[in-house]
T-cell receptor, first 112, second 113 residues
Framework: QKEVEQNSGPLSVPEGAIASLNCTYS??????FFWYRQYSGKSPELIMS????GDKEDGRFTAQLNKASQYVSLLIRDSQPSDSATYLC????????????FGKGTLLTVNP | DADVTQTPRNRITKTGKRIMLECSQT?????MYWYRQDPGLGLRLIYY???????NKGEISDGYSVSRQAQAKFSLSLESAIPNQTALYFC????????????FGPGTRLTVL
């Protein structure tokens, strides 16, 4: 069973703090890694993708990938109440070009 | 206009009824997907399609069927709805490139009484 594990949370941080979201995956063949944000009752929205070891920054978001440890994380700097949502980690199992395996998501709450 | 649309957005029906959920996309993607999302269970893949003639079962296809009417249209049917099919249903599309991710429609909230 190819799995993607996330802490379900809720993760609560104060406004302006750094939120750190973590994800581990079991399939060493995975090559593409994605973070989606999902507001309650809404559809998942892609916020970051990462394919190589290291960090990738986009505005307040930084994705970090460590393939040796099978670990991918998302840092949100200067967290805002509007960042309050569930964050889904997704990976392509076995390097698949058509399927994604999703984690169950981490609920983030940013307190004003 | 939204790239991926779903109709209806909300539907309440009764046990035993046939229901069709429709998905259309203007992204020009050949890959299309149907997922359901339940609290605590995350997103689960029902069916996926590479093109009109290539349709594949996902992890939870029992009780569902699909039709790919055109590259841009992918419908999900519940032949005889049951209460445990109450869920949020999402359609998604994906391009061919390995780095391409999946883009989701707005979702259909289905309630089976």
């Amino acid at each position: 069973q190819k799995e993607v594990e996330q802490n379900s949370g809720p993760l609560s941080v104060p406004e302006g703090a750094i939120a750190s979201l973590n994800c581990t995956y079991s399939d060493r063949g995975s090559q593409s890694f994605f973070w989606y944000r999902q507001y309650s009752g809404k559809s998942p929205e892609l916020i970051m993708s990462i394919y190589s070891n290291g960090d990738k920054e986009d505005g307040r978001f930084t994705a970090q990938l460590n393939k040796a440890s099978q670990y991918v994380s998302l840092l949100i700097r200067d967290s805002q109440p509007s960042d309050s949502a569930t964050y889904l980690c997704a990976v392509n199992p076995g390097g698949s070009n058509y399927k994604l395996t999703f984690g169950k998501g981490t609920l983030l709450t940013v307190n004003p | 206009d939204a790239d991926v649309t779903q109709t209806p957005r909300n539907r309440i029906t009764k046990t035993g009824k046939r229901i069709m959920l429709e998905c259309s996309q203007t992204k020009g993607h050949d890959r299309m997907y149907w997922y359901r999302q339940d609290p605590g269970l995350g997103l689960r893949l029902i069916y996926y399609s590479f093109d009109v003639k290539d349709i594949n079962k996902g992890e939870i296809s029992d009780g569902y069927s699909v039709s790919r009417q055109a590259q841009a249209k992918f419908s999900l049917s519940l032949e005889s709805a049951i209460p445990n099919q109450t869920a949020l249903y999402f359609c998604a599309t994906k391009g061919r490139a390995l780095e391409s991710t999946q883009y989701f429609g707005p979702g259909t909230r289905l309630t089976v009484l």
